[in-house]
């Protein structure tokens, strides 16, 4: 097995295609586990993860906690409510505790662009980076990467759409970044205060103000979820108008490529990103993407942390 | 007397005795300093030095060394400390205290606004007549362009200097870093240049409607340098500063979320740093102020976004700039005139400098930047545990040492 480059999984920046391709190879293995009569290897057995959520985020938690203990790994989690992260203890000395308890794994979502990179500065465990700010979610990257290759047979050459708002999306970001590094020619749209003017330089991508030549000929079409508090901070005028303008119609699905599919990280709005009832399309492949979520997190689990590590020192 | 062999002067013209050693007047000392520059009392127009409030990052008395160790024979004193530097009284205390530090001259800036609240002016006669050489809200702009102009009306009536840091903070609000793909990349949010570009236009046309002297602190971008440079030409009586930091690194040094490069302006691309260079060179812009911000290690080390901005640079400049010199970026007489005369004339002083100051440096001593080698209180800086070129050897102030490598 390929190993991955780093002890850690910050962002998709450092993973090369073979790397994921490994990962993806790995997910497949794993994904038939979840679908047996007992749904446990003992791979990680003794192994302990912690799943440190400074947001509220139940589905991302639960898939890696599930992820874990399918491995039979300690998933231990600990949220911001329950800890004294509320009280203001800052993250520097959450990771001196979090140290002391002799983790194998911290899991961490955090509003902070960069925050996984901190902690794994002051950590010898490994860090898998659950979403941080605007900035990366690759773990969603790569079982969107997953739930592509399972449905269209390849991660390359294809043409990818992603809609909504790209600006503020770590989804975007992360998804960006693996689909070009794998080869496919990917398009982002959306109105242009939820599209900054650097993105296509950043990631090398083509931006658009309509749908209909995103969506034209594409493989793949990414729904993103837009935020109510978008409305407030003078991105959109109103949902009505968003939906109306960027929301994906039964007519514009027409114009997508014959065997293409829809994705959308959830959760999703009804009516606002998608017409209502083209959620339940059969070009969805929206619970395959939760599936493939906790095989993709074994799967970087075991590779992480599944064979004997060097630890590093922190700093 | 002072007498230094081995050195030769740059923008002074001192004496020279029979055994070919400068004379200054002032304390007994006698030293060999081969190949070293004397040069005028380096004048530091902009620095933090946390007192009152924060002297677990830095106090009087650790900054005034801490400057003195990096060549600067004065130091502007930002008045933004915990509470502000906003009446005579408290300048008064503060000017005692410094007095009694064997460093830098102290010469302290007051509030433009009382509390640097943006709503009423300070008592400038008052702090003037208390020591003040200017007013300033320190890195908060005034942002209403009405009060800025009611500001520079009344400082110019009893001939105060005006430092503006020119930012529109709407445009601005939340940011941390530029915005360009590198912030977009990291999912940082980036302030674009328009947010200091187009306060800079709006402030020299009120300096020009007004009639009085305006400085715009810390300059990031190279429209700003063409707008000063404009207005310059007009016969506006608007000068400006950079930091060493924005002459040498641009926001790709943000890397992977190094909180010591988040900085207030933040660092913007290479065109602009290049832009920068060039505005001192030609001499666009007046003086290189080392914005020096101490923090405390629990400042800084946090999330890029939570970090407090700022970074320590007293001991670093004249490394920083001596690089910056050695690889031709930029021109060695235009980096001293920046760091002497330059923000000598900015604070109108006579003469153009302090006439008993001066600094000599030796452009080839290495050392290394350590919490152990600086005298600063903090050590937020990106230069940390690196090996450097060139430092001050003898800082004089008023013909005294008060600085001595």
Same mark, same amino acid.
């Given at each position: 097995?390929?190993?991955?480059?780093?002890?850690?999984?910050?962002?998709?920046? &450092?993973?090369?295609?073979?790397?994921?391709?490994?990962?993806?190879?790995?997910? +497949? /293995?794993?994904?038939?586990?979840?679908?047996?009569?007992?749904?446990?290897?003992?791979?990680?057995?003794?192994?302990?993860?912690?799943?440190?959520?400074?947001?509220?985020?139940?589905?991302?938690?639960?898939?890696?906690?599930?992820?874990?203990?399918?491995?039979?790994?300690?998933?231990?989690?600990?949220?911001?409510?329950?800890?004294?992260?509320?009280?203001?203890?800052?993250?520097?000395?959450?990771?001196?505790?979090?140290?002391?308890?002799?983790?194998?794994?911290?899991?961490?979502?955090?509003?902070?662009?960069?925050?996984?990179?901190?902690?794994?500065?002051?950590?010898?465990?490994?860090?898998?980076?659950?979403?941080?700010?605007?900035?990366?979610?690759?773990?969603?990257?790569?079982?969107?990467?997953?739930?592509?290759?399972?449905?269209?047979?390849?991660?390359? &050459?294809?043409?990818? /759409?992603?809609?909504? $708002?790209?600006?503020?999306?770590?989804?975007?970001?992360?998804?960006? /970044?693996?689909?070009?590094?794998?080869?496919? $020619?990917?398009?982002?749209?959306?109105?242009?205060?939820?599209?900054?003017?650097?993105?296509?330089?950043?990631?090398?991508?083509?931006?658009?103000?309509?749908?209909?030549?995103?969506?034209?000929?594409?493989?793949?079409?990414?729904?993103?979820?837009?935020?109510?508090?978008?409305?407030? +901070? /003078?991105?959109?005028?109103?949902?009505? +108008?968003?939906?109306?303008?960027? &929301?994906?119609?039964?007519?514009?699905?027409?114009?997508?490529?014959?065997?293409?599919?829809?994705?959308?990280?959830?959760?999703?709005?009804?009516?606002?990103?998608?017409?209502?009832?083209?959620?339940?399309?059969?070009?969805?492949?929206?619970?395959?993407?939760? +599936?493939?979520?906790?095989?993709?997190?074994?799967?970087?689990?075991?590779?992480?942390?599944?064979?004997?590590?060097?630890?590093?020192?922190?700093? | 007397?002072?007498?230094?062999?081995?050195?030769?002067?740059?923008?002074?013209?001192?004496?020279?005795?029979?055994?070919?050693?400068?004379?200054?007047?002032?304390?007994?000392?006698?030293?060999?300093?081969?190949?070293?520059?004397?040069?005028?009392?380096?004048?530091?127009?902009?620095?933090?030095?946390?007192?009152?409030?924060?002297?677990?990052?830095?106090?009087?008395?650790?900054?005034?060394?801490?400057?003195?160790? %990096?060549?600067?024979?004065?130091? !502007?004193?930002?008045?933004?400390?915990?509470?502000?530097?906003?009446?005579?009284?408290?300048?008064?205390?503060?000017?005692?205290?410094?007095?009694?530090?064997?460093?830098?001259?102290?010469?302290?800036?007051?509030?433009?606004?009382?509390?640097?609240?943006?709503?009423?002016?300070?008592?400038?006669?008052?702090?003037?007549?208390?020591?003040?050489?200017?007013?300033?809200?320190?890195?908060?702009?005034?942002?209403?362009?009405?009060?800025?102009?009611? #500001?520079?009306?009344?400082?110019?009536?009893?001939?105060?200097?005006?430092?503006?840091?020119?930012?529109?903070?709407?445009?601005?609000?939340?940011?941390?870093?530029?915005?360009?793909?590198?912030?977009?990349?990291?999912?940082?949010?980036?302030?674009?240049?328009?947010?200091?570009?187009?306060?800079?236009?709006?402030?020299?046309?009120?300096?020009?409607?007004?009639?009085?002297?305006?400085?715009?602190?810390?300059?990031?971008?190279?429209?700003?340098?063409?707008?000063?440079?404009?207005?310059?030409?007009? %016969?506006?009586?608007?000068? !400006?500063?950079?930091?060493?930091?924005?002459?040498?690194?641009?926001?790709?040094?943000?890397?992977?979320?190094?909180?010591?490069?988040?900085?207030?302006?933040?660092?913007?691309?290479?065109?602009?740093?290049?832009?920068?260079?060039?505005?001192?060179?030609? %001499?666009?812009?007046?003086?290189?102020?080392?914005?020096?911000?101490?923090?405390?290690?629990?400042?800084?080390?946090?999330?890029? #976004?939570?970090?407090?901005?700022?970074?320590?640079?007293?001991?670093?400049?004249?490394?920083?700039?001596?690089?910056?010199?050695?690889?031709?970026?930029?021109?060695?007489?235009?980096?001293?005139?920046?760091?002497?005369?330059?923000?000598?004339?900015?604070?109108?002083?006579?003469?153009?400098?302090?006439?008993?100051?001066?600094?000599?440096?030796?452009?080839?001593?290495?050392?290394?930047?350590?919490?152990?080698?600086?005298?600063?209180?903090?050590?937020?800086?990106?230069?940390?545990?690196?090996?450097?070129?060139?430092?001050?050897?003898?800082?004089?102030?008023?013909?005294?040492?008060?600085?001595?490598?």
């Amino acid at each position: 097995m390929s190993q991955l480059p780093s002890r850690d999984l910050l962002e998709i920046d &450092g993973l090369e295609p073979q790397h994921v391709t490994a990962i993806l190879d790995s997910a +497949e /293995a794993f994904l038939e586990v979840s679908r047996r009569p007992v749904r446990k290897v003992p791979t990680l057995r003794g192994k302990t993860v912690i799943n440190l959520f400074y947001e509220n985020s139940t589905r991302t938690r639960t898939s890696f906690e599930l992820a874990a203990k399918r491995l039979s790994a300690d998933a231990v989690n600990m949220s911001v409510a329950t800890s004294s992260i509320k009280k203001g203890e800052s993250l520097y000395d959450t990771a001196k505790t979090l140290e002391a308890m002799h983790p194998d794994a911290v899991v961490i979502r955090h509003p902070e662009s960069g925050a996984p990179h901190f902690l794994a500065r002051h950590l010898r465990c490994a860090v898998i980076n659950a979403g941080d700010g605007m900035h990366a979610h690759p773990t969603q990257a790569l079982l969107d990467a997953f739930t592509i290759r399972k449905s269209l047979g390849r991660i390359s &050459g294809l043409k990818v /759409a992603i809609c909504g $708002d790209i600006a503020h999306s770590r989804v975007a970001r992360s998804n960006c /970044a693996l689909l070009t590094r794998m080869g496919n $020619d990917v398009h982002v749209v959306g109105p242009r205060t939820l599209i900054p003017p650097d993105f296509e330089k950043a990631f090398g991508v083509t931006a658009h103000d309509r749908l209909e030549p995103a969506l034209q000929d594409a493989d793949v079409v990414m729904l993103l979820r837009i935020q109510r508090e978008r409305l407030g +901070e /003078a991105l959109l005028p109103s949902l009505r +108008e968003y939906a109306r303008t960027f &929301g994906v119609s039964r007519a514009l699905l027409d114009r997508l490529a014959p065997n293409a599919i829809v994705l959308h990280p959830g959760p999703m709005n009804r009516g606002v990103e998608i017409e209502p009832e083209l959620a339940d399309d059969k070009r969805s492949r929206v619970l395959d993407q939760v +599936e493939a979520g906790v095989a993709v997190r074994m799967a970087l689990l075991y590779m992480l942390i599944g064979e004997s590590q060097s630890s590093r020192a922190p700093t | 007397m002072i007498r230094i062999h081995g050195a030769y002067q740059l923008g002074t013209s001192l004496e020279i005795d029979e055994a070919g050693a400068i004379l200054i007047e002032g304390d007994d000392l006698e030293l060999r300093a081969d190949g070293a520059w004397l040069v005028p009392g380096l004048i530091d127009l902009r620095a933090h030095l946390r007192e009152p409030g924060d002297e677990p990052a830095e106090d009087l008395e650790s900054g005034l060394q801490a400057a003195a160790a %990096g060549g600067f024979a004065s130091v !502007c004193a930002m008045p933004g400390t915990r509470p502000p530097n906003d009446d005579g009284a408290l300048t008064e205390i503060l000017c005692h205290r410094a007095a009694k530090v064997r460093g830098a001259r102290f010469l302290p800036f007051g509030c433009m606004t009382q509390g640097m609240r943006g709503e009423e002016l300070t008592q400038m006669e008052e702090l003037k007549a208390a020591g003040c050489v200017g007013v300033t809200d320190d890195h908060r702009p005034v942002a209403d362009p009405a009060l800025l102009r009611r #500001a520079m009306e009344y400082a110019e009536t009893f001939d105060i200097l005006v430092m503006q840091h020119a930012e529109l903070p709407e445009l601005s609000a939340g940011t941390v870093m530029h915005e360009g793909p590198n912030s977009v990349r990291l999912g940082l949010r980036g302030s674009p240049r328009a947010a200091e570009v187009a306060a800079v236009a709006r402030d020299i046309q009120i300096a020009e409607l007004t009639g009085g002297r305006l400085h715009l602190a810390h300059l990031s971008c190279g429209a700003s340098v063409e707008l000063v440079k404009n207005a310059k030409e007009r %016969g506006a009586r608007v000068t !400006c500063d950079v930091s060493p930091h924005h002459l040498a690194y641009t926001d790709a040094d943000v890397g992977a979320y190094d909180s010591n490069f988040r900085i207030v302006p933040p660092l913007r691309s290479p065109e602009d740093r290049d832009a920068l260079r060039r505005g001192v060179n030609d %001499g666009t812009i007046d003086a290189i102020a080392s914005d020096h911000a101490p923090h405390p290690d629990i400042a800084k080390r946090r999330p890029f #976004a939570s970090a407090a901005p700022g970074m320590i640079s007293f001991e670093t400049t004249l490394p920083v700039l001596l690089a910056l010199i050695e690889d031709g970026s930029l021109r060695r007489e235009a980096v001293v005139r920046a760091l002497s005369v330059g923000p000598a004339r900015v604070l109108g002083l006579p003469g153009e400098r302090f006439a008993g100051d001066f600094t000599l440096i030796d452009p080839r001593c290495a050392w290394t930047v350590s919490r152990e080698s600086l005298r600063s209180k903090s050590a937020n800086t990106p230069m940390l545990g690196r090996e450097v070129r060139g430092a001050a050897i003898l800082t004089i102030v008023e013909g005294q040492v008060v600085f001595q490598r």
